[in-house]
């Protein structure tokens, strides 16, 4: 079945740095999806790419769709504690349901 | 809009013990869905419904069962829980499966 994976598992930044987590599918996707989920909290949806090669800019994150649509990257600039969190990928092919990479969970240091 | 609630928000069971998770969405969406999540696992499809009177099976569904008899609810039941099941439990709700999907705030559930 499909496989949605994700690196790295953990990330350590101290604030201000910037942070990169990479999600990579198995499969082709029809589109892919970013949550964040806040410790303690529930899987918040961030954004949706569906087009080869897209790029979405949501103030300091960065969401990149790879030309194969294969893979997937969210980028976050000059990271602040506010961003601390887990953060899924989860894609799907055609009409299946969502699967979900297993997170990067990012600690930042102030 | 309450969106999307869960009840209860914990439970402590013993094995062998049953119980029935409710979700409950206010956003007239067509989609349900049950995830488990564990540590490093990542959120794992349990069942889910494309629309009222329908269910089909996840990544995970052994030991577990859904009804979705009317539109707004969606509820996941342990027939004989196990100490494998404990977790914590997210009930979603979209329009179609390639949309988004708004979480429920969680159950966490454990057997002793």
């Known amino acids: 079945g499909q496989q949605v994976m994700q690196i790295p598992q953990y990330q350590h930044v101290q604030e201000g740095e910037d942070f990169t987590t990479y999600c990579n599918s198995s499969?082709?996707?029809?589109?892919i999806q970013w949550y964040k989920q806040r410790p303690g909290g529930h899987p918040v949806f961030l954004i949706q790419?569906?087009?080869?090669?897209e790029v979405k800019k949501q103030k300091r994150l960065t969401f990149q769709f790879g030309e194969a649509k294969k893979n997937s990257s969210l980028h976050i600039t000059a990271t602040q504690t506010t961003d601390v969190g887990t953060y899924f990928c989860?894609?799907?092919?055609?009409?299946?349901?969502?699967?979900f990479g297993k997170g990067t969970r990012l600690s930042v240091i102030a | 809009n309450a969106g999307v609630t869960q009840t209860p928000k914990f439970r402590v069971l013993k094995t062998g013990q049953s119980m029935t998770l409710l979700c409950a969405q206010d956003?007239?969406?067509?989609?349900m869905y049950w995830y488990r999540q564990d540590p490093g696992m990542g959120l794992r499809l349990i069942h889910y419904?494309?629309?009222?009177?329908?269910?089909a099976k996840g990544e995970v569904p052994d030991g577990y069962n859904v009804s979705r008899l009317k539109k707004q609810n969606f509820l996941l039941g342990l027939e004989s829980a196990a100490p494998s099941q404990t977790s914590v439990y997210f009930c979603?709700?979209?329009?179609?499966?390639?949309?988004?999907?708004?979480f429920g705030p969680g159950t966490r559930l454990t057997v002793t």
């Open positions: 979603a709700s979209g329009t179609r499966t390639f949309y988004e999907q708004y």
């Open positions: 499969t082709t996707l029809s589109n």
């Open positions: 790419l569906v087009k080869s090669g």
């Open positions: 989860a894609g799907n092919s055609g009409n299946t349901p969502l699967v």
């Open positions: 956003m007239n969406h067509e989609y």
């Open positions: 419904s494309v629309g009222e009177g329908t269910t």
